[in-house]
């Protein structure tokens, strides 16, 4: 962090990121110094998916929480590279699961490498990280981590349990992507918080940020998947529904449609599974027709706004700005 | 454990399952227990694995070495359970792997559910020992437990690296199976002992103890799969030369073979993959018919002697017969 900020003072994300550049910067180096395996492939692979970043979102979560309370240390590095690496880790599983063959506009590591080195390339950065937080961090954080990762995989197997399932509710959907994506960013900020110093009760209070932060970015994502550029987005869009997966654009699309041609030729497509390109290009016209991408993300920001009010105890800090940028940011993103 | 036993005394492996009965079955009832996901498929495919089950052999070690020192509480049941999850879990990734159908002679995980839910069955049974190990073991344990999990990981994409490669040598063979069998099995053993209260010297003991011990048991299984009543061994024989893998067998075989056509076809059907019964047929005749086998066992039983060599200083516990026990029952087994 270069220099400190008022508190209250309305920061953008661009200067949240300038803020934190060097921590962003030092995460990044972690990130590839700590890929420590004697075998050349192994590492070839992880580097491979720790280079194809992403926006490191994660990692920026931990540092402004562990500053909250004015932490100076620095093993905040270290987490924020922990974090990415489990997140990194879950995304080469998902990959290897779906068959995808792009991941952000490159090539998946499944496609490069096949299936059986992805994963074991998947089992070895998660590993990693347990091993880095064995290392030098309290158990508490280690455990919070632990858990968030059994969370993670429950909310996958969820999915999967639901794909195609036209019968999902919004209740289930909101459950999935809680264990999924929210998760582990409840997670981040909760540890970076405990790292920081924060009291049990800040401590908590990260944490439900984290969780309806992360909600609102998860239902963002699912959402773009459907209306982005595909240019910006790296992949082609209705990825969710090319595999089954059915998200909150396309629940909201079924409550709204009126039974009849249309409704069924929906759900149809949908629990048939691989839909091609003319099927997908009628559920986004569809979504559009309806609101149902716009409704989508009204929630969201419903959700952003709602994670604010968990920080109402960091209000004198020069940190809370930064966090209410980051909720900001992952509202307006378009990518 | 039931009563305890003079040092010295020759005890049979019978007798070593009787001493320990009550801790195994307590390990047995931990492991079914323990799993502990909301997800009642996630549930249903770890019971199933873990109830495919198997020798326990690497539990057994644990309690063993947890008592050398007289160890008199009930960790050692905990720290059972979670070895053989990790083991589990390894198993369950390398059948999705190899797409294996059987494995202990019932439906493989993958075959019952399919990958995508076999592979996240795998994973939240990894995560769970680690959550385990949290909650009550000390941190040098856990770490060994972590760096043996990484070991085990590059073993397999070693393995995998070397398929169908006829110039695999003996070196890499060993280098193979000490990360990916021999290093569970040396963990476990030193983190039965350091539980027990080993002193340093001692857990190092135990560490070479479980290598050389390790190495022995992955060389008869290797072994086995040439040689074995297929009936007992639950799989079809030759499955490592289906899959391309070369064991120690076979690169004896190699090595003993004269130029000419006979070394050239085997050569031959081990690059080119995928071989059928026919060919495997051949191999096996060709291995018996130059003592291949035979001398693979050999190799073992000379592994498992020198295991022996690093208990010297456990000599006066009641509990060291029991580990000769084991050390000699591994080179006996005949499944």
Redesign the interface.
């Known amino acids: 962090m270069s220099d400190s900020v008022e508190s209250n003072r309305k920061l953008s994300y661009q200067q949240v990121l300038a803020l934190f550049a060097s921590d962003l910067e030092a995460i990044e180096r972690s990130i590839f110094d700590s890929l420590d395996?004697?075998?050349e492939?192994?590492q070839e692979i992880m580097t491979y998916i720790a280079r194809s970043g992403g926006k490191r979102l994660r990692p920026l979560l931990v540092c402004i929480c562990a500053k909250l309370n004015g932490y100076e240390g620095q093993d905040h590095v270290a987490l924020g590279n922990v974090v990415e690496y489990l997140h990194a880790a879950t995304l080469l599983?998902d990959d290897?699961?779906d068959s995808a063959s792009l991941r952000r506009g490159a090539p998946s590591a499944n496609s490069k490498w096949g299936?059986?080195?992805a994963?074991?390339g998947g089992?070895?950065l998660y590993?990693?990280a347990?091993?880095i937080l064995?290392?030098r961090f309290p158990?508490d954080i280690?455990?919070v981590l632990?858990?968030a990762?059994?969370d993670m995989?429950?909310g996958?197997?969820?999915q999967?349990?639901w794909r195609g399932r036209t019968d999902i509710t919004e209740g289930t959907y909101f459950e999935i992507i809680s264990l999924k994506t929210a998760s582990l960013i409840a997670a981040g900020c909760r540890t970076g918080g405990i790292l920081g110093g924060a009291s049990s009760a800040q401590a908590r209070n990260l944490k439900e940020f984290g969780k309806s932060l992360g909600t609102a970015f998860q239902v963002i994502d699912d959402t773009l998947d459907y209306i982005a550029d595909p240019e910006k987005l790296g992949k082609i869009l209705g990825g969710d529904l090319r595999q089954g997966t059915i998200t909150l654009p396309l629940i909201y699309l079924l409550q709204d449609l009126p039974a009849g041609p249309e409704k069924t030729a929906v759900e149809e497509l949908v629990s048939q599974g691989d839909p091609g390109d003319e099927a997908v290009a009628l559920v986004i016209s569809l979504l559009e027709e309806h609101g149902s991408g716009t409704k989508a993300l009204a929630t969201a920001a419903k959700y952003a706004e709602a994670s604010k009010e968990n920080l109402a105890s960091f209000a004198g800090s020069a940190m809370h700005p930064a966090l209410i940028a980051a909720a900001d940011y992952i509202i307006h993103r378009s990518h």
């Open positions: 395996s004697r075998n492939l192994l599983h290897v699961l299936n059986h080195f994963v074991l089992d070895y590993t990693s347990f091993d064995l290392r158990r280690i455990q632990c858990r990762s059994l995989i429950e996958e197997v969820l999967r349990q």
